[in-house]
């Protein structure tokens, strides 16, 4: 799998739109960009995943760039329990095999 | 259950001594996942059971470490002889059997050697 990089931390103000950013410059065609994120002393939590086109849900926005090489997260208000650590992460599509490879993320910071 | 359930949520235990890890997943997921995760880094990858066969054990770090899923539903991790490097967040987690469902994972366990 591709490996991605995203920033160690950002801030965000309470109620702002939080964005956060990731490379995956070497990405493959049949790879799916994946965001799941990891509040303090829980597991993982899958919040959406697109192949090429924007996705959204009740949680969040993926955007992916056209030539698919970065993408950003979006969280439209923040709230003070999006404080967490987001993981982008590339994977290939098809198959049921679910290994995720997941880096350090960034830590997301929601101030009142 | 509604999620992915684990136990016990802390085990401390002595350098040398065996343990085991449970995981129920949710219930009519086949797919089911082991990760473990060290202070300040992403979860890392262990083993993954199709049913109850093991269908890609690659990430375990040696023989000490094993899994099992008898029935195809609870599975639990063994590790023998612990070591202190072995202090860790265990995390399980199940997924339907298609391409690209999303993964439920559990608490985890967080193991300490002392």
């Known amino acids: 799998d591709a490996k991605t990089t995203q920033p160690p931390s950002m801030d965000c103000a309470e109620g702002r739109a939080a964005n956060l950013p990731c490379n995956h410059s070497?990405?493959?065609?049949?790879?799916?960009v994946y965001w799941y994120r990891q509040i303090h002393s829980q597991g993982p939590q899958y919040i959406i995943h697109?192949?090429?086109n924007n996705e959204t849900n009740e949680m969040a926005s993926l955007i992916i760039t056209e030539d698919r090489k970065s993408s950003t997260l979006i969280l439209p208000h923040a709230t003070l329990r999006d404080t967490a650590v987001y993981y982008c992460?590339?994977?290939?599509?098809?198959?049921?095999?679910?290994?995720?490879?997941f880096g350090k993320g960034t830590l997301l910071t929601v101030n009142p | 259950g509604a999620g992915v359930s684990q136990t016990p949520s802390n085990k401390v235990t002595e350098k040398g001594k065996y343990v085991e890890l449970r995981c129920d997943p949710i219930?009519?997921?086949?797919?089911l996942y082991w990760y473990r995760q060290s202070l300040g880094q992403g979860p890392e990858f262990l083993i993954y059971?199709?049913?109850?066969?093991?269908?890609?054990d690659s990430g375990l770090p040696n023989d000490r470490f094993f899994a099992v899923r008898p029935e195809g539903s609870v599975s639990t991790l063994k590790i023998q002889r612990t070591e202190r490097g072995d202090s860790a967040v265990y995390l399980c987690?199940?997924?339907?059997?298609?391409?690209?469902?999303?993964?439920?994972f559990g608490q985890g366990t967080r193991l300490t050697v002392v």
């Open positions: 987690a199940s997924s339907q059997t298609s391409g690209n469902t999303e993964a439920f």
């Open positions: 992460i590339v994977r290939v599509a098809g198959g049921s095999n679910y290994k995720l490879t």
């Open positions: 219930s009519g997921h086949t797919a």
């Open positions: 697109g192949l090429k």
């Open positions: 070497t990405i493959s065609g049949n790879e799916y």
């Open positions: 059971f199709q049913g109850t066969g093991a269908a890609d």
